[in-house]
């Protein structure tokens, strides 16, 4: 469950039940709430999903239609394709302060109290009921399912430090209440439900139907008001686990994720969720979006267990850092990524990958040829009918060009001498004469890389330290 920090609510709310209803506050359900806010981001053009990429289209309008019925969700999709931020994203199609009841144990509505405990104080304070502001933030309670969760945990269970001062077990004031009615009025994630037990899912069953909760026999009738949404990805139902039948019946929509479906929505989507420490272009972003999609195609990886998106975030992340490296080594500033740097993808991150059984041994090796495709498919989308010949031609009439991650830019662009060809491949890539020549090098590397893919330029890279790359005929 993720912890939120408390947060008080403007001083101008009211503070009573009294105030509360005198200011015509009226209590709505969860759901009506939802719904009616969607209603009005949508009529009024305000994009409800702030940070979600590449769903505008296909998973979001299913999960809206979902909402505005009312219905308990679950999000079905392959590893890293954002399914729990999208249900993080949810809170914000709720009321940003609620009333609740001071002091109370749930967050119950001061105008519709459900514990016997408040139901008791109601009686007694009447219009003086204290009400507190509880925010947005603190109404989503996220649970992430483990074999050893229990329905204590979910549901609630006996608290003997209660029996222990002086209540009887029959009394419902001993029961320590567990996630879900502690999400009352909210909203309830329970991320990867197959990994439940399935004796804890039949504990949910009444909570999603009934919409109460029942503890070891004791006849509580709680009027729970939550949205219950999950996340599950499609092996789960047959592998790890499944979700038992009963329990998916109530789920009243299942929509199914997926990866980005085009290359600039996976660049979005690294661009929004990398921490780069050093400049990483627009270009290599691209080979990386384009590596991770040739992953998603590929006969050697498990695409059963999926190439999550962070994969293509820790790629970017990877480049940026071995620029970052360069930088501190050779002293060169600011700290730019070329495409030399893509060289460190393969070994860092081929952990993160489930391969096919039969290729083992081969992992790198694909890898390398997949990411080279990426340069190529990237150099070719950026460089078409441009002729780069005078380069092939420069590089043959004697200017190798070396590089490495002991090699500042400036050097690979005085290994070659002024060609107009060369200002053009800078232009393609948004790159200008007065930038960095760490940024130029970039542009110069790709054109170079893609001669090489295209075997009109040879490539030596020595071993050592150094690591040098050399560029030649």
């Known amino acids: ?57 296909t998973v979001l309008p299913q999960l809206e239609r979902a909402l505005l019925a009312g219905h308990d969700v679950v999000l079905l999709g392959e590893r890293g394709q954002g399914k729990t931020r999208l249900l993080r994203t949810i809170t914000g199609l709720l009321d940003e302060w609620t009333p609740v009841i001071e002091g109370a144990e749930l967050g119950e509505h001061p105008l519709d109290p459900i514990t016997p405990e408040s139901r008791r104080r109601a009686a007694e304070l009447g219009e003086d009921l204290p009400v507190a502001w509880r925010h947005r933030s603190e109404r989503y309670a996220e649970k992430l399912a483990t074999p050893d969760t229990s329905v204590g945990d979910l549901i609630g269970d006996v608290d003997p430090v209660k029996v222990a001062q002086g209540r009887t077990l029959g009394d419902p ?116 979006a384009r590596f991770v999609r040739n992953l998603r195609e590929s006969s050697a990886i498990d695409q059963r267990s999926g190439v999550s998106a962070r994969f293509a975030v820790a790629a970017a992340e990877t480049v940026s850092a071995a620029a970052l490296r360069r930088s501190a080594l050779i002293g060169e500033e600011p700290a730019i990524a070329r495409p030399i740097d893509l060289e460190a993808v393969p070994s860092v991150l081929r952990g993160k990958l489930e391969f096919e059984s039969g290729e083992e041994g081969r992992e790198i090796e694909h ?29 043959v009439d004697g200017h190798l060009v070396a590089t490495g991650e002991r090699v500042p830019g400036s050097e690979v662009l005085a290994a070659l001498p002024e060609l107009p060809v060369l200002h053009e491949v800078a232009a393609r890539l948004d790159v200008t004469p007065t930038d960095p020549p ?31 790359t050399v560029y030649g005929p």
Do not use: C
């Not at 039940?17 to 009506?32: S, Y």
């Not at 039948?245 to 009243?252: A, E, H, S, V």
């Not at 990426?374 to 380069?391: H, I, N, Q, S, Y």
């Open 1 to 57: 469950m993720r912890s939120v920090e408390k947060v008080t609510g403007p001083e101008n709310l009211p503070r009573t039940a009294g105030e509360l209803r005198a200011a015509g506050h009226v209590p709505r359900g969860v759901k009506t709430e939802i719904r009616e806010n969607l209603l009005a981001a949508l009529r009024e053009g305000r994009n409800p999903w702030p940070g979600i990429v590449g769903f505008d289209r």
């Open 173 to 288: 004031e001993t029961i320590h209440f567990g996630l879900v009615p502690r999400a009352h009025r909210g909203i309830v994630a329970v991320n990867e439900l197959p990994d439940l037990a399935e004796r804890i899912q039949v504990a949910l069953l009444n909570v999603m139907e009934e919409r109460d909760i029942q503890v070891r026999g004791y006849t509580l009738r709680l009027p729970l008001d939550v949205l219950l949404v999950a996340t599950s990805n499609p092996e789960d139902y047959t592998n790890r686990g499944r979700i038992i039948t009963p329990l998916k019946d109530r789920f009243g929509a299942e929509v199914v994720t997926h990866y980005p479906l085009t290359v600039a929505a996976e660049v979005d989507v690294i661009k929004q969720e990398a921490e780069l420490l050093a400049e990483v272009g627009e270009p290599l972003l691209e080979v990386i």
């Open 367 to 395: 890898l390398v040829h997949l990411l080279r495709r990426a340069v190529a498919e990237t150099a070719k989308d950026k460089f078409a009918g441009l002729d780069l010949r005078p380069l092939v031609d420069a590089v």
């Open 438 to 468: 760490g940024r130029i090098a970039a542009a110069v590397e790709l054109a170079l890389e893609s001669l090489y893919l295209r075997r009109r330029l040879a490539k030596d890279s020595s071993e050592g330290p150094d690591g040098t």
